[in-house]
Each structure stands twice: as C-alpha cells, then as structure tokens.
C-alpha cells in the first residue's frame, strides 16, 4: 500500500469543487484515510514547494498557495501517488488529457486545482509537512478485497 498528499488548491476551494474532486478519487477506489480544510502559512508552504525556490513563478505560486482554504487530503492504496496524478492530469491544462481534472476544469497553468505529490518519497515528506499521524485514520474497506 503506498500513500499520497493531494491538496485541492485555493481556486478550488473557491470554485464549489471540493465535491467533485473527491468523489473522483473515491470512485477510482482510493481510501481517504485524512482531510482538512485549512489554510497554509507561509512557513509551511516554503517548505512544500522546496524544489521550486529560485524559479520565476515561485512567489507567485507561494502567495496563490496562501491566498485561501485548501483541502488537504492523505489517500491510500496500491501505487496512490501514480493513479493520482494521472486521474489529475497534466501541469498544463491545455496538455492535460480529456477526463482528467485538470483538462475538464483548469484554463490557466497558474490555477490548476490539486497538487498530487510526484513521488512515493515526496508524498511521505508531504504528508509530514500537512498532518500529524494522529490525523490520519486506519480502518478497512469491505470493497478494497477486490480493488
Ligand atoms: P503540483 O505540484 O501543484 O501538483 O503540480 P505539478 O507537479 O503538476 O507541477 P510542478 O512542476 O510541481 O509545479 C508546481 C506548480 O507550479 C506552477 N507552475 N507554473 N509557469 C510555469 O511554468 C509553471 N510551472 C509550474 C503550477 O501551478 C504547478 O502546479
Ligand atoms: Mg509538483
């Protein structure tokens, strides 16, 4: 089983998507196993977004990031952080792929919805970063025999 942080980002908290962007990870069989809405301090946000420091859209991607609420979530299940990005879809909307979340609600690079982590060691990393153990729930899922 591998886990993996998914944030719905400020634009989608604000565009009423929270819903449809969870039941997507729900109906691909995923396990929720932490949410949260919150809003991300600045501290907090240097450190998620590490590897971007010194690019030329990295303030503008820490003050989007703390501009409002987000949804923090941490889902689990076999190969989490690879399904997720590929149920979110390219950075780019315009390469995202059709039925992607990104290619069906994202114009602008900029506000692109969800962050996915990228790897199984940034999504543990991530997870430290956003919530504590405690946060985190362990219960099973009658359905996940067969998923
Ligand atoms: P994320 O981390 O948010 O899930 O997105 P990602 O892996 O698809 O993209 P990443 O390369 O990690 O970039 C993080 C966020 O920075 C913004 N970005 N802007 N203008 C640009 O060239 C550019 N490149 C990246 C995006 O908002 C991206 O989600
Ligand atoms: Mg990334």
């Given at each position: 089983m591998e886990r993996t942080y998914l944030m719905i980002k400020p634009d989608g908290v604000q565009r009423g998507l929270i819903g449809e962007i969870v039941s997507r990870f729900e109906r691909k069989g995923l396990k929720l196993i932490g949410a949260k809405l919150m809003n991300v301090s600045m501290e907090r946000a240097e450190r998620h977004y590490a590897?971007?420091?010194?690019?030329?859209f990295y303030e503008m991607l820490l003050n989007f990031i703390t501009a409002g609420p987000v949804f923090a979530m941490v889902w689990e299940g076999d190969q989490a952080v690879g399904l997720s990005r590929a149920l979110i879809g390219k950075t780019n909307a315009l390469e995202a792929a059709p039925g992607t979340i990104r290619s069906d609600f994202a114009i602008h690079t900029n506000y692109n919805l969800i962050h996915g982590s990228d790897s199984h060691d940034n999504a543990e990393r991530e997870i430290g970063i956003f919530f504590s153990e405690e946060e985190l729930v362990s219960y099973d899922k009658a359905i996940q025999v067969w998923i």
């Open positions: 590897e971007h420091k010194g690019k030329d």
